[in-house]
């Protein structure tokens, strides 16, 4: 039987660019179509977002002065619930919510901060603890110091990992949810020079695929869920040797039975498609694909695992593609109009 189901999907943008701010969009299930429903404006950049269950969804706010902000999604349009909240941190990029808390890396300052998310209505509560990174990197323009990209819950639900392009490395820490403290557990320093973005997770949970945006490459990680130890064991390129000139990794998710990691790619302007079928630990380029637009800053996978949908930032638009269950070759199968794209989330 056909699907002819709906869902509904967010985009997140940069409203200093011309973006509508989170913007809410119906799904067609049976065709991977966006169709738009509105949008909220009342927070400047939520580059990047967050689904819970309940009907709430989180964003940051990346600016100068970063905030976090709770929405109620129960609606047509997102509703702002109650204020934005200071992350006590600069231009957070990323969120994850873990243990009744939502934490967020501040990409500006080099940190991550944890706010309280109160059981009466799904809003922020005032950061707990701001969580400062410490270190440098090679690349003088870039890894000054640290840049916390990323924050992300192991699939045990026991650690909470941080993503840091400046320092060249990841850090697992412990949340403890009755106070929102975060204890660091250990740091593990990946190939210097590589800028690491973001994390993703094998659905077997026993390694984990670093994406870099220095260097076009994959870093490919076994973790222990029970020591909560990561360890760098390989690297693989997004793009063939003679196509790795002034190209950025951005984004990367996995499928959900694990043959293929998806990765984009800003300046080459495409998405890697990366088979896992010999080995976890042997990723193998397969070919690239155009993204649909310009700077795609961000991928996701539909809940169904049928679909990728591309945030291109440049082009101002959200591309859908139809995957191949064979080969994991995306087909361009739509668009919508979308200024300053940056994120993607179902829920």
Same mark, same amino acid.
């Given at each position: 039987?056909?699907?002819?189901?709906?869902?509904?999907? $967010?985009?997140?943008?940069?409203?200093?660019?011309?973006?509508? &701010?989170?913007?809410?969009?119906? #799904?067609?299930?049976?065709?991977?179509?966006?169709?738009?429903?509105?949008?909220?404006?009342?927070? *400047?950049?939520?580059?990047? /977002?967050? *689904?819970?269950?309940?009907?709430?969804?989180?964003?940051?706010?990346?600016?100068?002065?970063?905030?976090?902000?709770?929405?109620?999604?129960?609606?047509?349009?997102?509703?702002?619930?109650?204020?934005?909240?200071?992350?006590?941190?600069?231009?957070?990029?990323?969120?994850?919510?873990?243990?009744?808390?939502?934490?967020?890396?501040?990409?500006?300052?080099?940190?991550?901060?944890?706010?309280?998310?109160?059981?009466?209505?799904?809003?922020?509560?005032?950061?707990?603890?701001?969580?400062?990174?410490?270190?440098?990197?090679?690349?003088?323009?870039?890894? %000054?110091?640290?840049?916390?990209?990323?924050?992300?819950?192991? @699939?045990?639900?026991?650690?909470?990992?941080?993503?840091?392009?400046?320092?060249?490395?990841?850090?697992?820490?412990? /949340?403890? *949810?009755?106070?929102?403290?975060?204890?660091? !557990?250990?740091?593990?320093?990946? @190939? @210097?020079?590589?800028?690491?973005?973001?994390?993703?997770? !094998? @659905?077997?949970?026993? !390694?984990?695929?670093?994406?870099? %945006?220095?260097?076009?490459? /994959?870093?490919?990680?076994?973790?222990?869920? %029970?020591?909560?130890?990561?360890?760098?064991?390989?690297?693989?390129?997004?793009?063939?040797?003679?196509?790795?000139?002034?190209?950025?990794?951005?984004?990367? #998710?996995?499928?959900?039975?694990?043959?293929?990691?998806?990765?984009?790619?800003?300046? !080459?302007?495409?998405?890697?498609?990366?088979?896992?079928?010999?080995?976890?630990?042997?990723?193998?380029?397969?070919?690239?694909?155009?993204?649909?637009?310009?700077? *795609?800053?961000?991928?996701? /996978?539909?809940?169904?695992?049928?679909?990728?949908?591309?945030?291109?930032?440049?082009? &101002?638009?959200?591309?859908? $593609?139809?995957?191949?269950?064979?080969?994991?070759?995306?087909?361009?199968?739509?668009?919508?109009?979308?200024?300053?794209?940056?994120?993607?989330? $179902?829920?």
């Amino acid at each position: 039987m056909a699907d002819t189901g709906t869902g509904r999907a $967010f985009v997140g943008s940069f409203t200093s660019d011309g973006g509508r &701010g989170v913007t809410a969009a119906a #799904v067609d299930t049976a065709t991977g179509a966006l169709t738009v429903q509105g949008a909220a404006s009342s927070v *400047p950049n939520p580059s990047f /977002l967050a *689904p819970a269950g309940g009907g709430l969804l989180y964003a940051v706010s990346e600016t100068q002065d970063g905030a976090a902000a709770a929405f109620d999604i129960t609606g047509a349009v997102p509703r702002l619930i109650g204020p934005a909240v200071r992350v006590g941190g600069d231009a957070p990029t990323h969120l994850a919510l873990v243990g009744g808390h939502v934490i967020t890396a501040n990409y500006g300052s080099g940190s991550v901060s944890v706010l309280p998310v109160r059981a009466s209505d799904g809003g922020l509560g005032a950061a707990a603890e701001v969580l400062e990174h410490r270190g440098s990197g090679p690349s003088r323009d870039r890894q %000054e110091g640290p840049h916390a990209h990323q924050v992300k819950q192991d @699939p045990t639900g026991q650690w909470v990992l941080s993503v840091d392009l400046g320092t060249d490395s990841v850090r697992i820490c412990a /949340l403890a *949810p009755d106070t929102g403290t975060l204890r660091v !557990h250990g740091e593990t320093v990946l @190939p @210097p020079g590589r800028g690491p973005r973001h994390l993703a997770f !094998h @659905p077997a949970g026993t !390694h984990a695929y670093v994406l870099n %945006e220095l260097e076009p490459t /994959l870093t490919v990680c076994r973790w222990d869920g %029970e020591t909560g130890t990561l360890e760098a064991v390989g690297e693989s390129a997004l793009l063939p040797q003679d196509e790795r000139a002034q190209s950025y990794g951005s984004g990367l #998710v996995l499928a959900h039975d694990g043959r293929f990691i998806w990765a984009a790619n800003r300046g !080459h302007d495409s998405i890697s498609v990366i088979a896992l079928d010999g080995s976890p630990e042997k990723p193998e380029l397969v070919t690239t694909v155009g993204c649909g637009g310009r700077w *795609p800053r961000d991928i996701a /996978l539909d809940p169904g695992g049928r679909r990728l949908y591309v945030a291109n930032e440049r082009s &101002g638009d959200v591309t859908w $593609f139809d995957i191949d269950s064979g080969t994991g070759v995306p087909r361009r199968a739509g668009s919508i109009e979308a200024p300053a794209a940056s994120c993607v989330v $179902f829920a």
